[in-house]
């Protein structure tokens, strides 16, 4: 079962240490071309997170590059991930 541990203490907002743990599973395989990305349900119970925050969280690894999204599926590791 997927756990994502937040600082609610860091000036890091919660969604973006979110977004940085996703996009560190792509980063390091976890998470392949062609995976799907957790869910904004399992992103709320992993993390202890409201809707809006795992969804802004998600919007932050697609504009990032690390994700796409297929409206009504989810959101997906993409073939080419950004260099970096």
């Known amino acids: 079962m997927l756990r994502i541990e937040v600082d609610r ?25 062609g995976d799907r990305l957790p869910a904004v ?3 709320v119970e992993a993390a202890g997170i409201a809707i809006l925050t795992a969804r802004k969280a998600l919007r932050v690894v697609r504009d990032e590059g690390y994700a796409t999204l297929s409206p009504g ?12």
């Open 73 to 84: 599926m989810g959101y997906y590791v993409p073939d080419k991930l950004p260099s970096g």
């Open 41 to 43: 349900d399992d992103l």
């Open 9 to 33: 203490d860091s000036p890091t907002a919660v969604y973006r240490q979110v977004a940085s743990v996703l996009i560190e599973m792509v980063r390091n395989g976890e998470l392949s071309p």
